[in-house]
């Protein structure tokens, strides 16, 4: 079956440091990949995509994120983390054009001051 | 552009009680979907509409939970009788057919079944 694993559950970071969060997926055909975020008290809202071309992607608010298809990852990075980061990330696949996505179980970040 | 709309945010109910949830996507998406996010989960999709149909609903309770989108635009999903292991946020969420799987998400509507 098609799943997305993400490597952390819960990470605790000083503000500034750097930030990668991993995202494997299972499916071997055509992928479009995303990134979602959920503030506190907020809705999922979409950080970053990833549908073809150039395997970096760059987001919103400093995020970016590389596809690397032979690893089937697809891994979230920040090399300067705020505050105001504090959030649930969470990785998403949509396998096959089925218009569908398929999501990991999220990973909370705590940024401290 | 007005997002995702979805009713009511809370809801509290005794279990066997039924409840429904409602959902406007965004104007001019074809598509919906009803997603359920247990605490500590990432969001399971229950049902994806393609216009009015039910293309997939293979993950949705039949026993107890229906839904439905008669026009094509906003949607309801029902749940009688409720049990207690439904107390989960149930989200809803949109996109466009050429979106790529690209999903617009309301803010989701909280339930609690005691």
């Known amino acids: 079956a098609q799943s997305v694993s993400q490597h952390n559950h819960h990470v605790i970071l000083s503000e500034a440091a750097s930030l990668e969060l991993g995202c494997n997926y299972s499916?071997?055909?055509?992928?479009?990949l995303f990134w979602y975020v959920q503030y506190p008290g907020q809705h999922l809202q979409l950080l970053l995509k990833?549908?073809?071309?150039?395997?970096l992607v760059k987001g919103i608010k400093g995020f970016e994120a590389e596809f690397i298809k032979s690893k089937f990852s697809f891994n979230l990075r920040k090399p300067s983390v705020q505050w105001s980061d504090t959030a649930e990330y969470f990785c998403?696949?949509?396998?096959?054009?089925?218009?569908?996505?398929?999501f990991g179980a999220g990973t909370r970040l705590a940024v401290h001051p | 552009e007005a997002g995702v709309v979805q009713s009511p945010r809370y809801k509290i109910i005794e279990k066997k009680q039924p409840v429904a949830f409602w959902c406007n996507p965004i104007?001019?998406?074809?598509?919906l979907y009803w997603y359920l996010q247990n605490l500590g989960q990432g969001p399971e999709l229950l049902i994806r509409?393609?216009?009015?149909?039910?293309?997939?609903d293979s993950q949705l309770p039949k026993d107890r939970f229906s839904a439905e989108r008669l026009k094509g635009v906003d949607s309801t999903l029902k749940i009688q009788p409720a049990e207690l292991g439904d107390s989960a946020v149930y989200l809803c969420?949109?996109?466009?057919?050429?979106?790529?799987?690209?999903?617009?998400f309301g803010e989701g509507s909280r339930l609690t079944v005691l």
């Open positions: 969420a949109s996109s466009a057919t050429s979106g790529g799987g690209e999903l617009f």
């Open positions: 499916y071997g055909g055509t992928v479009n």
């Open positions: 990833y549908f073809s071309g150039d395997p």
């Open positions: 998403a696949v949509n396998p096959g054009g089925y218009n569908k996505l398929i």
């Open positions: 104007s001019g998406h074809n598509t």
């Open positions: 509409y393609e216009n009015e149909e039910a293309v997939d």
